[in-house]
């Protein structure tokens, strides 16, 4: 069965500073990885996701991640925090086993950019 | 734009009383999922349609039932809604394979 971890509940970074949220996962065969945001009371918000290619994936808002088959992780990375990137951060894998239909989440990291 | 929409974005019921929850799309997705989500915890996956295909999980409660009566809407009927049902509910859709959900904002249940 797929899983995903984030081994962080919670990361504090100060503004200017990079940060890192973490996320490792357990799939069989291809990965299909994904990173959402979630503000207060609203729905999750799609970051960037990993599908093949370029270990080096860009996505929404500067956020970028690092897909690393052989540590099976998945970081998501932001050069330079900003006060309003203070949020939850979940990751999550599609699960290929079950016609690809299902995702399987994380258990989320709130990250806290300090000014 | 092309979205995902849920109404109403705040529910207050009472115990036992049935509510509905709705959901449209505007994006022709095939897949329509429901998650339950609380306090700040992984959004629980409760059921979802391809197509009119239903997908029930299993640990989803009796109590949880769905419709999706065209492509655009799908709706979340809780029966017999009890204290522990009070969450958020994220309606989500999703396309191919290689795509990522596209969430709704939200319906936060309050049951009293």
């Known amino acids: 069965a797929q899983s995903v971890a984030q081994p962080e509940d919670q990361v504090n970074v100060a503004e200017g500073n990079p940060l890192t949220v973490k996320c490792t996962y357990s799939?069989?065969?291809?990965?299909?990885l994904f990173w959402y945001v979630q503000y207060p009371n609203r729905g999750l918000q799609f970051l960037l996701k990993?599908?093949?290619?370029?270990?080096l994936v860009k996505g929404s808002y500067g956020f970028e991640a690092e897909f690393n088959k052989s540590q099976t992780s998945f970081h998501l990375k932001k050069p330079s925090a900003l006060v309003s990137d203070s949020a939850l951060y979940f990751c999550?894998?599609?699960?290929?086993?079950?016609?690809?239909?299902?995702?399987?989440f994380g258990p989320g990291t709130r990250l806290s950019v300090l000014p | 734009d092309a979205m995902v929409i849920q109404n109403p974005r705040y529910q207050v019921t009472q115990f036992g009383k049935p509510v509905t929850l709705s959901c449209s799309q505007t994006l022709n997705h095939n897949v329509m999922y429901w998650y339950q989500q609380k306090s700040s915890q992984a959004p629980k996956l409760l059921f979802h349609?391809?197509?009119?295909?239903?997908?029930n999980e299993a640990d989803t409660p009796d109590n949880f039932q769905s419709r999706r009566p065209n492509t655009s809407f799908c709706f979340l009927d809780i029966r017999s809604p009890g204290l522990g049902d009070a969450a958020m509910y994220l309606c989500?859709?999703?396309?191919?394979?290689?795509?990522?959900?596209?969430f709704g904002p939200g319906t936060r249940l309050t049951v009293l």
């Open positions: 799939v069989s065969g291809n990965p299909y």
């Open positions: 990993y599908i093949t290619g370029d270990n």
């Open positions: 349609y391809y197509d009119k295909d239903f997908n």
């Open positions: 989500a859709t999703g396309g191919s394979s290689y795509n990522e959900q596209f």
């Open positions: 999550a894998v599609r699960d290929m086993e079950n016609y690809g239909q299902n995702f399987v």
